[in-house]
């Protein structure tokens, strides 16, 4: 499999999203072999996580965005399933509070970013600062067109001080999203995640993807990068991220492991000495 089944935005580049297949899967990939290769890739992720957590030295930020219907649930309990719950935090952020109105837009963020050896998931997350809120002119433009550079400035310091930060926008199209409102609506059992405020949301369809495009082109670094993930088909989103978190978090493996190492024979030497003494 290559090591790329999402599609990194480079730092600098201008995204249209209609350059991007929401139903695109690999060639390699068919549903059956997914499932597989996901079980594997959850195997790792556990390990990884592990590692994580004991060295202590960094912290991971998951970011998930996408349209009402892309899948931000879905993929939380598919793709973070095997992850021990300890080490893992799950945030999802809706309308603001009349107190987190009160402070600027990243308060509520900051506070709940991840610590060192945690991994921390958003389900939604600053971004709505300047979709949402750009959409409905929640703010005027003047505020929201300068929060692109105060979002690179915070990521860049949740980076400089040991985050991985990853950034997932769950790509699906319009006519899948009809779809899957429409599932929601016939479906007895799924009834309960219908929102009538989706449809609704529904007409705004073009602004959110001018918007999803601007957050995409003016907030992607090298420090804090967005994946688009082609969504439209569960099981390659799941095996997408899966692919991209285990392919991140394998390059600082031996960094880590190197870091227990140290630690291990430093509480080895406390311990001779301990007993030493003793004696
Ligand atoms: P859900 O993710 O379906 O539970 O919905 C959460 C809702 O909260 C969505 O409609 C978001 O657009 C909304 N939301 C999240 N963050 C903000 C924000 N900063 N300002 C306004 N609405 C927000
Ligand atoms: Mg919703």
Redesign the pocket.
Known sequence: MSNNLAWKIDEGSKVHLKDYDPGYTDEHADHVKAMQELTDLNNELSDLQEILAAAQKQSLLIILQGM?TSG?DGTIRHVFSGINPQGCEVH?????TPEELAHD?LWRIHKVAPAKGMMGIF??SHY??V???RVHN?VPEPIWSRRYKEINAFEKLLANNGTIVLKFFLHISYDEQERRLLARQQDKEKAWKL?A?DWA?RKYWKDYQRAYEDALSQCSTDEAPWYIIPANHKWYRNLAIAHTMVHTMQKYKDDWKQQLEVRGKAELEKLKQIKDQKK
């Open positions: 009402d931000k999802a952020f809706k309308e603001p837009f389900n939604r709505e600062d979709l949402v809120v929640l929102s405020s949301e």
